[in-house]
Each structure stands twice: as C-alpha cells, then as structure tokens.
C-alpha cells in the first residue's frame, strides 16, 4: 500500500496534534497538520545531528534527529524496521540525510501528543540533494499557504466551498478538517517559516559554489519509470508500487529519485493512482 510521500518542514509537522484513524482493513491512518496536510508518509531530508539507542544491544531502538531550515525531525526506528534501524546505527552524525517513513503521534500519560516519523528508508545524502528538497518543501508550503488564506476567507469554508477555490478533493478536505481541529491558525507562521526556508537556499548559507540546488529527476529517469509503470502493468490495474521499487532498483534508480519521478509525472497528468498502492499510465 503506497501513499504520496509529503514534503515538509519539520516546523509544520511538529504542531501537529492530530491523527485520523484508518476506517477499514486496507485503509491508511493519517497525521492531520495545521494547514490541512493529511500525512500517511514523508520524504524529509536535512542534517542528522545525533542518534540515540532507547533499547539494547540485543533489541535496538534507534532514536535520530533531523533538522531542517525550520525545526528537528524526531525519527525512530527499531524492531518493526529492521532495514532502516540497521542504517540509522551506522550513521555518524552530523551527516546529510534522505527519510522516507510513516507519519506517526505519540500521546504522553499527561496528555501531551508529539509527531515523529517511523522510518522505511533512510540514506546518506549530499547538500545538493538536501537544498533540493528545502525547495520541493517550500513550492509545497506556498501552496497550503495559498489555499489556506483563501480559504479562511470564506464565510463557510466547507470542504465542497474549498474545492470551488480550484483545490483538489484531498486537499480541501485535509483543510476543513484542519479549520475543525485546529481553528484559523497564524498564517503568518508559516509565511515566516516559507521564508527561512527560502532563504536558506541564498549563496551566503552555503560553504561552496558546488553546492546549488539540485535539479529534479532526469529525462531519462523519467522515461524510465514512465516505462516501467507501463511493463509492470500487466492486469490493466495499475504497476503494484512494491514491484515498481524493486524494478527501479534494478535500473540503477535509487528510491528517492523514484519518489521524484513518480511526483513529476503525477504533476504532469502522466500517471495516476488508480487505487492506493498502484500506478497507471495515462493514454
């Protein structure tokens, strides 16, 4: 089961308090931020300052954390991720670092909830890839952003009423659930934290000219996932996304560089997801 894995600052995603519940068997549950983002996986990216094991020798868990123009990912992985776990032990901080897990709230006995990521895959990175994402996180951020200050506009701001602004259907309701749970939050936050984010990426944040964003997928890896998508779908019913990895792996594309091919070719109206956990090819 693949849900699209958000890009976001860690700043966004720490206040969030609230989770959605999966309502069937083969259903995904949900991290609900502020600004409507209704997050079942990340794909993060930053510098991992330092790694703590909470286990044992014998059972591990691993606890990491990585921060971002805007705040710190807490990520932890232990038994129920063996692979990732395996990779977070061997890092040595402070190191660049690509995240791709599960959105997941931790409730206190006292009350408080904290969001945290359970990690699926987790590899070092260089600054360029790092940059790249704070600018995949920042287009991501406006958009909310955008959408929201429209939104609150609105002298009934139901999902429907959301959805006339020209927002998807997810988005629209990922937002009136938000304005539920939440209220009308301080835009102006976030317009500060789209900001830093922006101006992290300005030549004097960086130690040398060789690290500039990076640019987004090739022609050629996108022509290969496109084909990819094509071969594996053999019932009609969409390239099963466990089989699309492996296939991409087998290609010499790394998982990352999956995610981003499938996100522009999403954007672009080539594929779509028919059913969670499948992609299909337009025409």
């Given at each position: ?122 590899r070092v990175v260089d600054a360029r890839v790092r940059d790249y994402w704070v600018l995949e996180a920042c287009r991501f951020l406006r958009k909310r952003l955008e959408l929201a ?107 990352a560089d999956l995610e981003a091919a499938v996100d522009v070719l999403l954007d672009r109206g080539a594929i779509y997801e028919p059913v969670l956990g499948r992609i299909k090819r337009i025409g």
């Amino acid at each position: 089961m693949r849900e699209t894995a958000w890009r976001l600052f860690a700043g966004e995603y720490n206040e969030s308090r609230k989770s959605i519940a999966a309502e069937g068997e083969r259903q995904p549950s949900f991290v609900l931020t502020p600004l409507g983002a209704k997050v079942n996986r990340l794909f993060l990216s930053g510098v991992l300052t330092d790694v703590e094991n909470l286990g044992t020798d014998a059972e591990p868990m691993y606890r990491g954390r990585v921060s971002d123009p805007t705040g710190v990912f807490h990520v932890y992985a232990g038994q129920y991720q063996p692979l990732a776990a395996a990779v977070l032990g061997k890092i040595a901080p402070p190191a660049f670092v690509a995240v791709v897990g599960k959105a997941k709230t931790y409730t206190t006995e006292q009350g408080s909830t904290y969001a945290n990521v359970r990690p699926e895959r987790i590899r070092v990175v260089d600054a360029r890839v790092r940059d790249y994402w704070v600018l995949e996180a920042c287009r991501f951020l406006r958009k909310r952003l955008e959408l929201a200050k429209s939104a609150y506009a609105l002298e009934s701001p139901t999902a429907e009423a959301i959805r006339k602004l020209g927002a998807k259907a997810p988005a629209a309701e990922g937002l009136e659930l938000a304005m539920r749970e939440y209220g009308k939050v301080d835009l102006g936050r976030y317009t500060a934290m789209l900001a830093e984010g922006l101006r992290y990426l300005l030549p004097e944040h960086r130690t040398g000219p060789e690290e500039v964003p990076a640019p987004g997928p090739s022609a050629a890896t996108e022509e290969t996932v496109l084909g990819l998508v094509t071969s594996l779908d053999d019932a009609g019913k969409g390239a099963p996304w466990d089989a699309l990895v492996a296939a991409a792996g087998k290609a010499g594309i790394e998982p990352a560089d999956l995610e981003a091919a499938v996100d522009v070719l999403l954007d672009r109206g080539a594929i779509y997801e028919p059913v969670l956990g499948r992609i299909k090819r337009i025409g």
